[in-house]
């Protein structure tokens, strides 16, 4: 059943079918990882240059940060514009899921690109030390990364803070469940980088005022141990969602009830719901019609039921119904002896 008028809705943050709002969160995302790219490609250079000045290995960690970063976010770019390509006859249930494999490669940028290389240098940093150089140019670079880095944070988070707002739950939770992985990895890997910003600083001061490696080298460490964590939880996030993640368990109660109160449907003796993208969902179900109901009040009815749950979960773009008997869903029905026997 709808939703009475008035009555409270809260939404879940996994669930894309949520009719409480749906806006143009595709072309907020584009904007957002656009945002982070420039910002990650204009500091990965400065960083760099940076670190070959100062000798700091934690600048060079977090050089190579901001080129894995700039390489998720074409990854995430890439994501975001081949998943929003219409339905074809090759692809018949459209390409949702495709933002979900490049945005696992754009995971897998970040642990490769980033948490290896750090891990490496801090620990070739600890064992074989380092000759430490003028620091300076490796403070000013990083006072103006942490300043646009900051700036694309703040982009990230009013995008999904807007949109935790709009579904009614608690951002750090829409924000962990959440299907639309892009501005995830875009406030994940944010964070990620001025926490990394605040190390890099902590291993140059350490370093300066004690003479020694040490404090640069387990920076560096830090770094990569950061960034393993970013790569892992959003790898995981995008394997769920390519495993395939059925809708919450209180928005599927929601369709079952849609379903039964359609005239002439008698049980939903199936259910499957699959996430296909933040803002698209499928619904296949086996239904048991009444078995007075004609062949033409079956077909109506099914298209009333399609219309039902379009009208109160927008995001769910295919219903598929299926008409079984009762008796069918428990086991094959007996075969008819033949004629003769």
């Not at 939703?3 to 079918?17: E, I, K, L, Q, V």
């Not at 807007?162 to 890997?189: C, I, N």
């Not at 062949?295 to 099914?302: D, G, L």
Request: net charge negative; glycine share 10%.
């Amino acid at each position: 059943m709808a939703d009475a008028p008035g009555a409270a809705h809260t939404a879940d943050p996994a669930d894309p079918a949520d009719t409480a709002h749906q806006g143009s969160g595709g072309g907020e995302s584009t904007f957002t990882v656009i945002v982070a790219a420039l910002a990650n490609l204009g500091i990965a250079l400065a960083k760099a240059v940076a670190g070959v000045i100062s000798g700091s290995s934690a600048m060079l960690s977090e050089a190579a940060h901001s080129v894995a970063d700039t390489v998720t976010e074409v990854l995430l770019l890439t994501a975001l514009k081949r998943s929003a390509r219409p339905a074809d006859e090759e692809h018949p249930l459209g390409y949702g899921p495709e933002r979900y494999v490049w945005a696992l490669l754009a995971a897998v940028a970040t642990f490769v690109g980033g948490a290896v290389f750090s891990l490496y240098d801090g620990i070739h940093t600890l064992v074989s030390g380092e000759n430490l150089g003028d620091p300076l140019a490796s403070y000013l670079v990083l006072a103006v990364a942490f300043l646009l880095e900051g700036f694309s944070l703040r982009t990230a988070v009013r995008q999904a803070r807007g949109e935790a707002a709009r579904r009614r739950v608690p951002f750090l939770r829409y924000l962990r469940r959440t299907a639309d992985t892009a501005v995830k990895a875009v406030v994940m890997e944010d964070s990620a980088a001025l926490i990394g910003l605040v190390l890099a600083a902590g291993g140059l001061l350490g370093g300066q005022l004690t003479g020694s490696g040490v404090f640069d080298g387990v920076a560096s460490l830090c770094i990569g141990a950061l960034l393993l964590y970013v790569a892992w939880v959003l790898g995981r996030s995008n394997v769920e969602l390519l495993i395939g993640r059925p809708l919450p368990r209180a928005t599927r109660e929601g369709i079952r009830a849609e379903l039964l109160a359609v005239e002439h449907v008698e049980a939903v003796l199936e259910l499957t719901t699959l996430v296909q993208g933040p803002q698209e969902a499928l619904v296949a179900a086996k239904v048991d019609f009444r078995d007075v109901s004609s062949a033409a009040q079956i077909e109506w009815a099914c298209e009333q039921a399609e219309q039902r749950l379009r009208a109160r979960f927008p995001a769910v773009s295919r219903v598929y119904l299926d008409p079984t008997p009762r008796r069918a869903a428990s086991g094959p029905a007996p075969v008819p002896p033949a004629e003769g026997f």
